[in-house]
Structure formats: structure tokens, C-alpha cells
T-cell receptor, first 114, second 118 residues
């Protein structure tokens, strides 16, 4: 079945450091891929998405490219801020089921220190 | 993006009682709503999918008689935890979607409800 695997956290960085959070997936067909962010005490917010191979999603300085050949959707940001501290979830939505169900990775906690 | 609200945000109840959690899409009509459960420092586990006007589809291992889901309108879905026990204590999150287009439809998440069963 479909699944998503993220790198384990927590990831601790200094402000202005480069961020990479790895995400790989297993899926049949051509899923859509998402990154969600959850700030402390809040619900999930969509950060970015990509719906087909080679698409690049971007938002708020974060980017992720849909790599079908490596089944990956790694999240990157060139210069993190303290306000980026949150839990980041990679997710996929499988086109084959057409139900819109999301399958989440386990989440990666990012801590950015000033 | 669209706004989804949940009520209450926190609830504490005694063991054996039932608790109802509401999920509302405030500015769009949600044909499908999803209910998730999130344990501390873990990912979201999909519990069930509800479509307006029909019975919910539960994921494997989720007791449908314990977690009653009603999706009576395009803007409201409710989750009722019946005869709650301490092990039901968790963070419950709903999301709403406006339809399907090859699996790329976006879901909008509510802020979650923290349930504590004493």
C-alpha cells in the first residue's frame, strides 16, 4: 500500500542555516504530494504541494520538487528563521483511490535557535 | 485558504461519558470530511472519511460504534466518542475537502480538539 517516510527528528538548526527534511514515498499510480506544517498548539496548514512529476512546490521560502525517479519530495529552505520552528509533515494523496485520502509521514520537528 | 473550525478546542470528561466534537467548514461546502487522531509527537492517523448524506467509511481497526460520525450537511460533521475511556484521550483533528480531481484535491484542517478522559 501507499506510505510516506520522513527523516526522524528533531532537527535543530541555527537561524539562517540551510534546511533539508527528507521525504520518500511508496505509491501506485501518480500521487499528489504535500508538505504540511503544524505550529505549536495549532492545526495543520498546507505549506506547499506538487501534483505531477518534476513539479516544484514553493511557499514562504520553502521548496520541494516531485522526483518520481527517486520517489522523493524533500523539503528545503535556504535560510531558516526562529519562526519556522514547527512540525513538518510530508503526505501523499493517491490518485488511484480518488477519495482524497491523505497518508502522512511521521512528522519531523524543526527547532531553530537564534 | 478555506477556514475549518472545530468545537470544542479542549474537553475533559469522565470515563464512561460521551463527547461530541463538531467540525465546520465556514466558507465553503465540504463534500468530504476526514477525521484524524494524533498521538503525542506522532503522525496523524486517519480514522474515517465522511461524505455528506451517507455513512462514514472507517479505517481498519477503528470501531465505528465507538466513534460515531455524522455528516448531516455540507458544512458540518460531528464525531461522537461514546463511552469514553482514558485510552481515548488524544488530539482529534478534522479536515474538509471540496471534491476530487485525480487525488490532488486540497484538504483544509481544523485546529484540533484535545480530549482528556479522566
Amino acid at each position: 500500500g501507499n506510505s510516506v517516510t520522513q527523516m526522524e527528528g528533531p532537527v535543530t538548526l541555527s537561524e539562517e542555516a540551510f534546511l533539508t527534511i527528507n521525504c520518500t514515498y511508496t505509491a501506485t499510480g501518480y500521487p499528489s504530494l504535500f508538505w504540511y506544517v503544524q505550529y505549536p498548539g495549532e492545526g495543520l496548514q498546507l505549506l506547499l504541494k506538487a501534483t505531477k512529476a518534476d513539479d516544484k512546490g514553493s511557499n514562504k521560502g520553502f521548496e520541494a520538487t516531485y522526483r518520481k525517479e527517486t520517489t522523493s519530495f524533500h523539503l528545503e529552505k535556504g535560510s531558516v528563521q526562529v519562526s519556522d520552528s514547527a512540525v513538518y509533515f510530508c503526505a501523499l494523496s493517491g490518485s488511484s483511490s480518488n477519495t482524497g485520502k491523505l497518508i502522512f509521514g511521521q512528522g519531523t520537528t524543526l527547532q531553530v535557535k537564534p | 485558504g478555506a477556514v475549518v473550525s472545530q468545537h470544542p478546542s479542549r474537553v475533559i470528561c469522565k470515563s464512561g461519558t460521551s463527547v461530541k466534537i463538531e467540525c465546520r467548514s465556514l466558507d465553503f461546502q465540504a463534500t468530504t470530511m476526514f477525521w484524524y487522531r494524533q498521538f503525542p509527537k506522532q503522525s496523524l492517523m486517519l480514522m474515517a472519511t465522511s461524505n455528506e448524506g451517507s455513512k462514514a467509511t472507517y479505517e481498519q481497526g477503528v470501531e465505528k460504534d465507538k466513534f460515531l460520525i455524522n455528516h448531516a450537511s455540507l458544512t458540518l460533521s460531528t464525531l461522537t466518542v461514546t463511552s469514553a475511556h482514558p485510552e481515548d484521550s488524544s488530539f482529534y483533528i478534522c479536515s474538509a475537502g471540496g471534491g476530487n480531481s485525480g487525488g490532488s484535491s486540497e484538504q483544509f484542517f481544523g485546529p484540533g480538539t484535545r480530549l482528556t478522559v479522566l
